[in-house]
């Protein structure tokens, strides 16, 4: 078992920046391979980046790159989320998981989730 806990959402304003964190404990975390979702209100969950458990490769969703950063520190069992240049349709839940096995952008291939933590962007 491995838990998951988000920090950092908040209130932005459009362009501003914010970086969300990930602390995981119990197993082992540095062989899971991390992602990070968002959900939107009436919206599907969708993938936003991955970073495999070494953190030698890294992916993102078009709509964040250039944007959005996804890294890991295997020391503090935590993953992070920079998030620059912050739009209004950024406005989500982020939700952090975590795999065992090759990154994916399919959110039901995560085997662990952590409960959220909302960001809100201002226009």
């Known amino acids: 078992q491995v838990q998951l806990v988000e920090s950092g959402g908040g209130l932005v304003q459009a362009g501003g920046s914010l970086r969300l964190s990930c602390a995981a404990s119990?197993?082992?975390?540095?062989?899971?391979?991390m992602g990070w979702f968002r959900q939107a209100p009436g919206k599907e969950r969708e993938f936003v980046a991955a970073i495999s458990w070494k953190g030698g490769s890294t992916y993102s969703a078009d709509s964040v790159k250039g944007r959005f950063t996804i890294s890991r520190d295997n020391a503090k069992n935590t993953v992070y989320l920079q998030m620059n240049s912050l739009k209004p349709e950024d406005t989500a839940v982020y939700y952090c998981a975590a795999r065992s096995g090759y990154s994916s952008t399919d959110y039901r291939r995560y085997d662990y989730w952590g409960q959220g933590t909302q960001v809100t962007v201002s226009s």
């Open positions: 119990g197993r082992t975390f540095s062989v899971y391979t």
